[in-house]
């Protein structure tokens, strides 16, 4: 099993969860499934096969709402979900999920390429940007971390997406779909304890036009709190 350990991983996967891609790259599949006694392992079956999952969006286990990280872990390689608490016989579980065609993603932990064409922008970056750490008593205890994360949204011209009946394109849509990161962490944070939890924000503006890459660029700065962050 590949189950996400890094915290650049984990918050991409909460990103894709939560925020909407303007150019629809994904697709919205659900999978049910009947319980045998004590099941933890359920993989996921995309209708088109060779598709990705990209990210877990909500987990019922007879009808009950599963906690992401606090009831289950999530190891997208095999596309595959795991109970921490087996399920009982005939438990009707569900899972709801995003996947797409190999390329057809748009948030990753690293830079994108500049020399991408314009269709495949808007794209959002996440960086680890310093880890520190204090380990909490003698040499077996606990190490209690804080993550400062970089994400930046990056636009080319050339496209443009309606929201509530405005147009934006270029900087603009730069900066709202950095407004709407900003807004998952804050409404969201939940979804990521207790691998990271106390979002606290530290930096947050428009940077300069690029002309090399011919990118509009919105960066984020915050930093995340964890336990023995990263195994």
């Known amino acids: 099993m590949v189950i996400l350990t890094r915290p650049d991983e984990i918050v991409v996967e909460f ?27 359920f993989t996921l079956t ?61 948030i990753y932990p690293d830079m994108p390429i500049a020399t991408m064409g314009k269709t495949k922008f808007p794209r959002v970056s996440v960086e680890i940007v310093n880890k520190m750490g204090a380990r909490n008593g003698s ?9 400062h994360f970089q994400i930046d949204v990056w636009t080319k011209e050339g496209y443009s997406k ?17 407004h709407q990161t900003e807004s998952a962490f804050i409404d969201y944070i939940d979804d990521l304890y207790p691998k990271l939890y106390d979002y606290d924000e530290a930096a ?13 660029r919105h960066k984020q700065e915050f930093i995340l709190s964890g336990v023995n962050v990263g195994h």
């Open 15 to 41: 990103l894709k969860a939560r925020l909407t891609d303007p150019r629809g790259r994904y697709t919205s599949s659900t999978d049910n499934f009947v319980a045998t006694a004590g099941q933890t392992v």
């Open 46 to 106: 995309p209708a088109t096969v060779t598709n990705l999952v990209r990210a877990i969006r909500t987990v019922t286990v007879d009808g009950t709402a599963q906690s992401k990280w606090q009831d289950y872990t999530i190891d997208l390689k095999n596309k595959q979900v795991t109970l921490l608490t087996g399920a009982t016989l005939s438990d009707a579980v569900v899972v709801t999920y995003y996947d797409s065609a190999s390329g057809g993603d748009w």
């Open 139 to 147: 040499y077996q205890s606990d190490i209690s971390n804080l993550v």
């Open 162 to 178: 309606t929201y509530d009946g405005k147009n934006y394109t270029e900087q603009d849509l730069a900066e709202y779909l950095a």
């Open 204 to 216: 947050f503006n428009n940077m300069s036009f690029d002309e090399a890459s011919q990118t509009f």
